[in-house]
Nanobody, 123 residues
Framework: QVQLQESGPGLVNPSQTLSLTCTVS??????????WAWIRQPPGKGLEWMGS???????YYTPALKSRTTIFRDTSNNQFTLQLNSVSREDTAIYYC???????????????WGQGTQVTVSE
């Protein structure tokens, strides 16, 4: 059974880079036809798929965040990482990593999730 665990700082200063890592256990991130995602939920708002990385390392980003987002992986440690540049208070959210078998541009494509981690952007 796959398990995902997010890690990273809970507080980031405005204009800095947010960096979160998802550690996966129970399955290799290079398993065929697996897509690994970052999803977030700002306070009082809905879930937003931010982007994904595939089992071969191809990346996909939602257009609204593409210019600020990078997702990369470390296959030796079975991890993938989100970097979000130039953050503002609007980036305050609970951030989740997730696993799925499809890319549709929606968080609904990902049935397996980590527990989530709160990130607050504040001075």
């Amino acid at each position: 059974q796959v398990q995902l665990q997010e890690s990273g700082p809970g507080l980031v200063n405005p204009s800095q880079t947010l960096s979160l890592t998802c550690t996966v256990s129970g399955e290799s991130i290079t398993t065929e036809y697996r897509y690994w995602a970052w999803i977030r939920q700002p306070p009082g708002k809905g879930l937003e798929w931010m982007g994904s990385i595939s089992y071969v390392g191809t990346t996909y980003y939602t257009p609204a965040l593409k210019s600020r987002t990078t997702i990369f992986r470390d296959t030796s440690n079975n991890q993938f990482t989100l970097q979000l540049n130039s953050v503002s208070r609007e980036d305050t959210a609970i951030y989740y990593c997730a696993r799925g078998q499809y890319i549709t541009g929606s968080y609904r494509s990902f049935p397996s999730w980590g527990q989530g981690t709160q990130v607050t952007v504040s001075e």
